[in-house]
């Protein structure tokens, strides 16, 4: 009988260790906000990512830092200026920000992705992503002029909505693709100066902050519109998605769109 008791003690013990961690990751997520990364995390916090970042957690995603840049001036600037840690962190409130502004609510609405590799590559450009590793340039960290490590955040965000948004089987506009990545970024307020004012603009699928715009603006018209688009491409691509969500046709949508800011540039 003795043994018993400590049998139920022991488990009622566990239990409430294990309702009091679940109650606080689920508080650590839900205050999950866009300011994530301007506060360093407390040790209870650091503790819970390590808790539920295994593999073994289902919905949990692993992510790696490793730079390959070293030895060149760009890869010490991404290790002093950003550093591994902060580039893990954001990559992980990265993919959190986009799981919900992509409406990835389910573990069956997502890509099957268990690991993102974060790359420092002494290259050309500014960063690509392909088969869930992204390759950051350590040229453009090291020649970066002004707020180094907000840019590389952004940089970041643009980079993992390639790793978990449907693309249309392949068949979808390369700038509506490129314009889906911008407008998280662009709702993760990490939107450069150096980007189109909304109005702004040539074509809707011109790519990046044209079509980020634009796509802010369908957006308006009608509450998760960029979501159930994104979910519509996990089939294929056809213009008509734009009818089906927002009863006009896109090339209608753009004029109107053109029109609301006076036909600028
Ligand atoms: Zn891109």
């Known amino acids: 009988m003795k043994d018993y008791s400590v049998v139920v003690a022991f488990n009622a013990a566990f239990f409430t260790i294990f309702m ?19 506060s360093s ?24 830092v ?22 893990k962190r954001t990559l992980d409130s990265a993919t959190q920000f986009i799981w919900r502004v992509l409406q990835l609510n389910n573990p069956g609405d997502r890509k099957n992705v268990q690991k993102v590799s974060l790359y420092v590559d002494d290259m050309d450009g500014v960063a690509y992503t ?4 992204i390759h950051l340039s350590g040229r453009y960290v ?8 907000r840019e590389i955040s952004g940089v970041l965000y643009h980079e993992m909505v390639h790793v978990w948004q449907w693309n249309g089987n392949g068949g979808a506009p390369g700038g509506l693709i490129e314009g889906i990545a911008d407008y998280v970024r662009l709702k993760a307020n990490y939107a450069p100066s ?8 040539q074509k809707w699928d011109q790519g990046y902050d044209v079509t980020a715009r634009f796509l802010d603006y369908c957006n308006t018209l009608k509450g998760g519109f960029v979501a159930q688009l994104n979910k519509l ?4 691509y ?23 800011y006076g036909n600028i540039a």
Request: hydrophobic content about 30%.
């Open 20 to 38: 009091l961690l679940l109650s606080y990751s689920n508080y650590v997520e839900a205050r999950k906000s866009l300011r994530d990364q301007y």
């Open 66 to 87: 490793t730079n390959k840049a070293l030895s060149t001036s760009g890869g010490v600037a991404f290790r002093d200026k950003i550093g591994a840690e902060y580039a």
């Open 194 to 201: 150096h980007w189109v004012k909304p109005g702004q603009g």
């Open 142 to 149: 090291g020649n970066y002029k002004g707020d180094v490590k």
């Open 233 to 236: 491409l996990r089939t294929g």
């Open 130 to 133: 392909s088969n869930d590793e």
């Open 238 to 260: 056809t213009d008509q998605y734009f009818v089906q969500l927002l009863g006009k046709p896109v090339d209608q949508l753009w004029r109107d769109y053109k029109a609301k």
């Open 41 to 64: 995390p407390s040790f209870i916090a650091l503790f819970i990512n390590r808790a539920y970042s295994g593999p073994s957690h289902k919905g949990r995603v692993q992510y790696t």
